[in-house]
Nanobody, 125 residues
Framework: QVQLRESGGGVVQAGGSLRLSCVAS????????MGWFRQAPGKEREFVAA????????YYADSMKGRFTISRDNAGNTVYLQMNGLKPEDTAVYYC??????????????????WGQGTRVTVSS
């Protein structure tokens, strides 16, 4: 069982930046693919970004490319999401997730085993 805890959410003006963090329990962090998803009110949870266990591969949703950057610190059991150029439509609860370290089902919620409780991001216009 892996426990995930997100932090770093908050309220920011459009055009601003935030960095989300997710700390994982356990000693095998580098064997998991880590992902970020988000869910806006009244909408389905959607893929944001993912990173392979050794950071050898990263994946982004098209609307986040060039604005968001995912990274990880395996020694610290932490994955980050740097978000720049935030827009009001980025307002959502952001969730951290972990799953098998493969290139399969990267963008699907079914491709992950464990989920955090989420951290809320609000972007004001």
């Amino acid at each position: 069982q892996v426990q995930l805890r997100e932090s770093g959410g908050g309220v920011v003006q459009a055009g601003g930046s935030l960095r989300l963090s997710c700390v994982a329990s356990g000693r095998t962090f580098d064997t998991y693919r880590m992902g970020w998803f988000r869910q806006a009110p009244g909408k389905e949870r959607e893929f944001v970004a993912a990173i392979r266990g050794s950071a050898s591969g990263t994946y982004y949703a098209d609307s986040m490319k060039g604005r968001f950057t995912i990274s990880r610190d395996n020694a610290g059991n932490t994955v980050y999401l740097q978000m720049n150029g935030l827009k009001p439509e980025d307002t959502a609860v952001y969730y951290c997730a972990s799953g098998p370290d493969t290139g399969l089902a990267v963008t699907s919620i079914n491709g992950y085993w464990y989920w955090g409780q989420g951290t809320r991001v609000t972007v004001s216009s």
